[in-house]
């Protein structure tokens, strides 16, 4: 029997079997989808949920690197040319206090000012001892260095230069017995008590009103610590190698644990917007550039529809379009049923899900599947009545075959079967 043969009326297949009507039903329509009964929805752990209207939170884990506070970086230069006599700072890396010395240097320039200064406290001239001092302090000589000149009234031959700050060496381009400029940076400072931390967002990743959302971060060393920041700063430019855009916060690190160059786990959390349609990431059906979810119509039945999402919040999507509030959808399971409502052919068909699942409920369609029923019914009747009397036919022809004659014997058969002395014939060796 060919399954793929039909016809519009009661009759014979081209094999001259005889055709079993189909009566119309619910399930056979593609508005209404797929029907699973409670059984078979326990067994598969089918779960609805609810679509609902609610303010999401928009948490996003994206990554980022801690670095030294730029803006607080510091860069020595000398004030006169010389020769730097001796290190007191071995190689980068190294920390420093405030007012630690760094190097010595010996300058021509240096041991003239001094000079000056001896030769007007000689004088007693208030004046040039006024325009020594100052010149001294313009030249970067401390204040102690200054004080001590006057009461030794000796000349000293090298100068010490001292930290601004405390901090990490992170520049030292210069070596004992090179000769220095105002324009040589000498060593390059920067202060560990406050960090930046830089945060990469990949291009395709929308997170709206950024200004306004919350920072915590996380490193994986110390995993139970968790560190809060506010956005401070964000690059209008994307980086040029790694294609994302960045932001900046400013991290407190009075406590010394975090150390620049470490990487970190950001979680960007932004505040509760207006409220929106939403159902439970779960339930999402992503198939290419396709979403879907599994939408139980008004019937019981099960239907694939195609929805527009908007923002991703992890456990929760936006929905634009293509549900509404109220509305359930199957959360676990879905994709068995997905693949069992022939998705694509029914898109085309029906064009509107919703719709189609709404006019399956119609007092019109309900009436109209009852006629199909009975027309069918109908067409079921005549074609039994038919068949009766095609055998009531075959019956009476079959009997008057079969009479008796005198000193004959008929056996009736099927046709196309085999009688007894048609047997003993085909037995019955050639003489």
Known sequence: MDPNYRRNAPGKSPMGMDLIPVYPSSSDTAASGVRIDADT??????????????????????YGELTYADNQRLHIHPRVEGWVESLAVGTEGDVVKKDQTLLTLYSPVLVNAQEELLLALQQNNATLINAAKARLRALGVASDVREKLEQTREVNRTISMRSPTAGVVTGLPIREGMFVT?????????????????????QGLTIPDLRNASLHFSVEGLP?????????????????????????????????????????????????????????????????????????????????????????????????????????????AQFLIDSE????????????????????????HSQQSAQSAQSAQSAQSAQSAQSAQSAQSAQSAQSAQSVEHPGHTHETRA?????????????????
């Not at 939408?295 to 929760?316: A, E, I, P």
Request: hydrophobic content about 40%.
């Open 224 to 332: 139970d610590r968790i560190w809060h920041a506010a956005v401070d700063t964000i690059y209008p430019e994307l980086h040029a190698s790694r294609r994302t855009r960045q932001l900046r916060a400013v991290i407190d690190n009075t406590e010394g644990a975090l150390a620049p160059g470490m990487y970190v786990t950001v979680t960007i959390t932004q505040a509760p917007q207006h409220p929106v349609l939403s159902v439970p990431s779960a339930s999402l059906i992503r198939i290419g550039d396709d979403a879907r979810v599994v939408l139980q119509c008004d019937d019981g039945s099960f239907k694939s529809v195609v929805v527009t999402v908007g923002r991703d919040v992890g456990f929760d999507v936006e929905i634009l379009a293509g549900l509404e509030a109220g509305d359930y959808v199957v959360a676990s």
């Open 41 to 62: 929805q326990h067994n598969l752990g089918l779960k609805l949920v609810q679509a609902t209207r609610k303010s999401l939170v928009l948490e996003k884990q994206v």
């Open 182 to 202: 105002p324009s040589t940076e000498v060593l390059s400072i920067a202060p560990v008590n406050t960090l930046w931390l830089l945060v990469s967002i990949p």
């Open 415 to 431: 046709p196309g079967s085999c009688s007894r002395d048609d047997d003993a014939r085909a037995v019955r060796p050639a003489t």
């Open 341 to 364: 409502s022939s998705k694509r052919s029914d898109f085309l068909r029906t064009g509107d899900t919703r719709e189609a699942c709404k006019a399956a409920e119609s007092p019109q």
